[in-house]
């Protein structure tokens, strides 16, 4: 499926390395070639032996080895990779390449190359949480470099929380384009979960979407092959692997952050459930219950999905319609008014479709297009829906759909 491609597969001294053994064999089985570069801190976790069997070559450390640089030096290393992906990526790998340190043959490959490069972080939890450590991963992801994880859970220093590598099944999903994917070469942007307004320092006018559909069509999305854009509203959900993430709050804020990269963008599917008012005012200092009313004048939102169907170059717009009846009504209404390509209805109402982990939905487009999708967990919805919007956003194909 993978087809021949090429992972440069970094390992740097962190007890996770144990896992870089079955990451070898796990992305072997996918059909790469896999040429792992070791630091010396790698070499106290995990023998080269074990790598160079896995991988079928030979293991290179050393930026100074006459004989491997030879062979196939460290620029022809940084050239010959489709993507390196370093895992695990200690603390000291980050603070490394975000200070672009060549002083080693891993640093050095990763200034020289431009592949795209995946760290999959592995640490303590405190030293995750430190400050050089937050501010190294924001300079990292600014400079386009992908953080897979880490996950959050027991680690192998006996404490519990975010630093764990994730697991290898999990990497070889996020590295591995799909080139014979149906999303392929394309790029989705999708909104998912609440906004939250505020209202003073401590309140804010939210609503009850936890995010799963759209961070389930982020994932389908990202195994068709395509590059996935999810920006997300406060959600309690872990980033699909391979998906770049922009966390936002406000439905302003998710204006902003859609706007400033859709136009690079094929598809646009609008998950998210916008708050439709905000409040007018702000209270700078919280509001003390003085009156037996309280009354908030709320302003509209900007219309997120529409303002984007109403760009003049504009990618397939897909939207949500969350409605309590006449669905197909109202669904087709919205279709209509906002200019979509599709819209994907669905009943809400006590038990169904929020926060919950099933759902079923009615998918209709411009001239009386209709498909049903019967109740299923989320994620299969999600492949299903993620199939169909493919097809249909290739013109020559949608004519042959029913
Ligand atoms: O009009 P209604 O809110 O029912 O439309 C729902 C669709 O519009 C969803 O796709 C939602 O993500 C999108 N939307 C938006 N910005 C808003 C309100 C809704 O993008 N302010």
């Keep these: 499926m993978a087809g021949q491609q090429r992972v440069l597969l970094g390992v740097t ?14 992305l072997r089985e996918r059909g790469c070639e896999v040429q792992v570069v070791m630091t010396r801190g790698a070499r106290e976790f ?15 450390e050393d930026l100074w080895d006459a004989a491997a640089e030879a062979a196939m030096g460290h620029i022809e290393l940084a050239r010959w990779a489709d993507c390196v992906l370093i895992a695990p990526a200690t603390a000291q790998c980050l603070a490394r390449l975000a200070h672009g340190l060549a002083d080693d ?43 897979l ?23 070889v999903a996020a590295v591995l384009k799909d080139p014979a994917g149906p999303l392929a ?39 068709a092959g395509a590059r ?16 770049e993430r922009v966390d936002v709050e406000t439905a302003a804020e998710l204006h902003e952050a859609v706007h400033r990269r859709v136009g690079d963008c094929d598809i646009f599917i609008g998950a998210a459930a916008v708050a439709d008012y905000r409040p007018r005012e702000y209270a700078g200092e919280k509001i003390k219950k003085r009156d037996a009313t309280l009354t908030l004048t709320l302003d509209r939102s900007p219309d997120v999905l529409a303002s ?6 504009r990618p397939f717009t897909v939207g949500f319609a969350a409605e309590t009846c006449e669905v197909e009504r109202h669904a087709r209404e919205k279709l209509a008014r906002k200019q979509l390509d599709m ?58 759909v029913p």
């Design 13 to 26: 001294g962190g007890i996770a390395a144990y896992k870089s053994a079955e990451l070898v064999r796990a």
């Design 46 to 60: 995990i023998g080269a032996a074990t790598l160079q069997a896995l991988s079928g070559r030979p293991v290179r």
């Design 105 to 147: 043959l891993l640093s050095t490959l990763c200034l020289a190359t431009d592949a795209p490069v995946y760290l999959a972080p592995a640490m303590n939890r405190l030293m995750w949480a430190h400050p050089a450590t937050r501010a190294n991963c924001e300079v990292l992801a600014a400079r386009g470099v992908t953080l």
């Design 149 to 171: 994880g880490p996950g959050i859970g027991d680690q192998a220093c006996g404490e519990t929380g975010p630093g764990r590598m994730l697991e290898p099944q999990a990497l």
């Design 185 to 223: 070469g394309r790029t989705v942007m999708i909104t998912a979960g609440p906004t939250r307004e505020p209202i003073d320092p401590v309140r804010y006018l939210t609503n009850r979407s936890s995010g799963k559909m759209g961070f389930a069509l982020a994932a389908a999305a990202r195994e």
């Design 228 to 243: 996935v854009v999810l920006v997300t509203g406060p959600v309690a959900l872990a980033t699909p692997p391979g998906v």
């Design 308 to 313: 984007v169907a109403a760009l003049a170059s």
């Design 343 to 400: 819209i994907v209805a669905n009943q809400v109402g006590p038990g169904r479709a929020f926060d919950t982990e099933d759902n079923e939905l009615l998918v209709l487009w411009p001239e009386e297009g209709c498909q049903v999708f019967a109740r299923a967990p989320k994620r299969e919805l999600a492949e299903a829906l993620i199939a169909l919007i493919a097809t249909r956003s290739r013109p020559e194909d949608a004519a042959v």
